[in-house]
């Protein structure tokens, strides 16, 4: 089956580690492409390749401010994301739930010795 391309599919854009950090900085409020840069550690044509995919699937917006662009998140793009995650609710509670059922026993067992 062929691959979507990154900048159609939020599940490809958001597959690079990179892209999710710059979505993490973003969460906290708008910043500028060269504020994300330099507090990822990236290059600059590599983060403005990054926004660019990221824009392009509509997790960010930007807007001009003088010389620089300035980005913003726009989490509505991660609901395919959340409604696609979510549906493991239902293993990672009964997960838990068999998890904490193991740990009583132990704790019982422990008491009786």
Avoid: C
């Avoid at 990822?40 to 010389?67: F, M």
């Avoid at 998140?73 to 998890?99: I, K, T, Y």
């Amino acid at each position: 089956m062929a691959r979507a391309a990154t900048t159609s599919d939020v599940f490809n854009a958001i597959a690079e580690p990179q892209r999710r950090d710059i979505l993490l900085l973003l969460r906290d409020g708008e910043r500028p492409a060269t504020a994300i840069a330099e507090e990822l550690g990236l290059s600059q044509p590599g983060t403005s390749k990054h926004l660019r995919v990221l824009r392009e699937v509509g997790l960010v917006h930007d807007r001009r401010d003088g010389r620089q662009r300035v980005y913003r998140l726009d989490a509505r793009g991660l609901e395919p994301v959340h409604e696609w995650a979510g549906g493991f609710e239902r293993f990672w509670n009964e997960s838990f739930e068999r998890l904490d059922a193991y740990v009583q026993d132990l704790k019982r067992n422990r008491s009786a010795q």
